[in-house]
Nanobody, 122 residues
Framework: VQLVESGGGLVQAGGSLRLSCAAS????????MGWFRQAPGKEREFVAG????????YYTDPVKGRFTISRDNSKNTVYLQMNSLKPEDTAVYYC????????????????WGQGTQVTVSS
């Protein structure tokens, strides 16, 4: 599975961005999808995940109520809608695919995109 993120950019605090992750290669079927982020000097951290069906989603506490993960399996694409952005959301955002449901661990994901930069100015 190859993953390509898009949609990052520079936005003012309080603004919104929508990230997309397009999958290609092996079948997208059955994969759990996740979004992670890595700020300068920090470890990569889990942001949100979604099951294959899309019926279950899970988030890290700092983004609950502000970010929404969704997927369109007909387009092999997963999205991350980010609202009410804060400067501390500034990071490179990565899309990942795996088969372990509900995990927030990097080791639970098998495929990774190259990342897209999100910068939130104050």
């Amino acid at each position: 599975v190859q993953l390509v993120e898009s949609g990052g950019g520079l936005v003012q605090a309080g603004g919104s961005l929508r990230l997309s992750c397009a999958a290609s290669g092996r079948t997208f079927v059955g994969y759990v999808m996740g979004w992670f982020r890595q700020a300068p000097g920090k470890e990569r951290e889990f942001v949100a995940g979604i099951t294959w069906s899309g019926r279950s989603t899970y988030y890290t506490d700092p983004v609950k109520g502000r970010f929404t993960i969704s997927r369109d399996n007909s387009k092999n694409t997963v999205y991350l809608q980010m609202n009410s952005l804060k400067p501390e959301d500034t990071a490179v955002y990565y899309c990942a695919a795996g088969v372990v449901v509900g995990t927030e661990l990097l080791q639970g994901y098998d495929y990774w995109g190259q990342g897209t930069q999100v910068t939130v100015s104050s």
